[in-house]
């Protein structure tokens, strides 16, 4: 009676692409048909690698088991000195869909005699050339496949986007779970958020009165900074779709309407993406666009930093002209304005109560929203260059439907048609950023000075405004305020030293 042959030592490889329950049923199932398998052959497996929620076709999808996996291959152990033979999979599809991994898979198992290899339908012998080349044949079927596939749905994901179809995935903040209809609960909060924020409300102060109040993205996560910036930039919130971050538009160029209900006006999401166009992920520092803002960024502490001037004579008769800044002393309760030091580049000569300060300049902005000239009626909305733009966007419309008749030569049309789509491309960003000025001016004529009376010295939790927003109606309001030396010593507040430079309307 003849002897069994020893127990072949294998591994198992399994791969999913999208474990869409998060519970990696997929992967088990393709280990337990490797373990019946190897059994039917005499081998054993000795360790299990997965690959799960992960795509064999794209390139930047590094798979950590596969790579393992390859380094077990050529060293014929396991980190735990276990010796290693072969491997076992479902289908070679799990194993690679680009020719170069499947290259580098038998290159592996192939460096020392004697491997063997098996899939469910029975085993392989990869030594064999015309077993390589299929195998190689049938990895670039497969890359070919899955371009297909792909070229399919970014037609698909177009195709829905054109006629106004809202997109899959995660179910949208603000939105039922039909994608189309508005949450009561989410849309109202996120309205009022994206209209404080053009109002000069910073991020950093929306977020934290939403962590306070639990409110929670969709997935139940906190809102940070980075993610309301995210939902702010999404066109969906006033009914437009972008694909790769280019609106999708119509044949004459508008942006296509979705068939959801909007949260925003689109002249509201386009002052929104006016001031995302001018910080551009940079800080908004008193010299203008700054460094990239911190993990831990937060917003200033004081209404004044950044506003206040240094108004003393120096020997030569020039002004300091220093920015004060903050500073907290021990006999004093309050906040203190003062010019830095000369090391600091002041002359250290100015130093003020900060909330005297604070609200002398509280009052005379108030003032001023009051007197209706801060929140003046917003001027016209019509664009100057309207006419200019439709009439280039008529002249390429001819120039297209000449072409597309034979009335023009190719060449001829491709000479000119560039040229119009920069121009109207150019006119159609002048257009936002002027409908995105009009929103902001109309957020400041329709505020009720006497509402922002009343919010101005309430703490924020109680309803306040938010610092951001104090602090930006006071920059709209003045260019600077110099601060004049007193004469030495602490004598009383004399608001006639502060000097306001009123911006102008």
Not at 189 to 202: M, N, T, V, W
Not at 358 to 377: H, P, Q, T
Not at 398 to 403: F, G, I, S, V
């Amino acid at each position: 009676m003849a002897q069994p042959g020893p127990i072949i030592p294998v591994v198992s490889y399994a791969r999913i692409s999208a474990d869409t329950r998060r519970d990696e049923h997929g992967v088990q199932a393709q280990h337990r048909i490797n373990h019946e398998s190897a059994a039917r052959y005499g081998w054993v497996v000795v360790h299990e690698f997965t690959d799960n929620d992960k795509s064999a076709a794209k390139a930047d999808v590094v798979r950590d088991d596969f790579e393992a996996m390859l380094r077990v291959l050529r060293q014929g152990r396991l980190p735990d000195g276990a010796e290693v033979q072969g491997v076992v999979i479902v289908a070679e599809d799990r194993l690679a869909r680009r020719p170069g991994d499947y290259e580098r898979f038998v290159e592996a198992i192939t460096y020392r005699d004697g491997r063997v290899f098996s899939d469910a339908r029975g085993p392989k012998d990869l030594y064999s050339e015309d077993t390589e080349s299929m195998g190689l044949f049938g990895a670039v079927i497969s890359k070919m496949e899955v371009r297909k596939m792909q070229r399919r749905m970014r037609q698909s994901h177009r195709s829905r986007a054109e006629i106004g179809k809202p997109a899959g995935g995660t179910r949208p903040f603000g939105w039922r779970d039909d994608r189309l209809s508005l949450d009561p609960k989410e849309a109202p909060p996120l309205r009022k958020a994206a209209e404080d924020f053009i109002g000069g409300r910073s991020l950093y102060s929306i977020v934290a009165e939403w962590q306070r109040e639990g409110v929670v993205t969709t997935l139940g996560n906190k809102w940070t900074t980075t993610s309301l910036k995210v939902t702010f930039k999404n066109p969906r919130l006033c009914g437009w779709r972008a694909i790769n971050g280019e609106l999708v538009r119509d044949s004459a160029g508008e942006p296509v309407t979705g068939q959801w209900a909007p949260i925003l006006t689109p002249e509201q999401w386009q002052a929104l993406q006016a001031i995302f166009a001018a910080r551009k992920g940079r800080s908004v520092t008193r010299k203008g666009v700054g460094e990239i803002l911190p993990p831990d960024y937060r917003e200033f502490s004081y209404l004044m930093t950044g506003v206040l001037r240094c108004g003393k004579k120096q020997a030569d008769g020039k002004t300091c002209n220093s920015l004060l800044r903050v500073s907290r002393q021990r006999d004093c309760k309050q906040h203190i304005y003062m010019c830095p030091a000369k090391t600091q580049g002041g002359c250290g000569g100015i130093g003020r109560r900060g909330d005297l300060i604070d609200l002398f300049i509280s009052e005379a902005v108030l003032a001023k929203l009051e007197e209706a000239s801060f929140a003046a009626s917003p001027e016209s909305a019509e664009w100057p260059g309207q006419t200019e733009y439709e009439d280039l966007k008529g002249r390429l419309e001819e120039l297209r439907t000449q072409w597309a008749s034979g009335r023009i030569s190719n060449d001829l049309f491709f000479s000119l048609a560039p040229d119009l789509e920069q121009r109207i491309g150019r006119l159609r960003g002048e257009a936002q950023s002027f409908t995105a000025a009009v929103e902001r001016r109309t957020k400041r004529a329709t505020a009720d000075a006497a509402e922002i009376r009343r919010r101005w010295y309430l703490p924020e939790e109680d309803g306040g405004l938010p610092l951001s927003t104090k602090r930006n109606y006071v920059r709209e309001a003045l260019h600077a305020v110099i601060v004049h030396p007193s004469g030495g010593g602490r004598k009383p507040f004399n608001p006639d030293l502060l000097e306001l430079i009123w911006r102008e309307d």
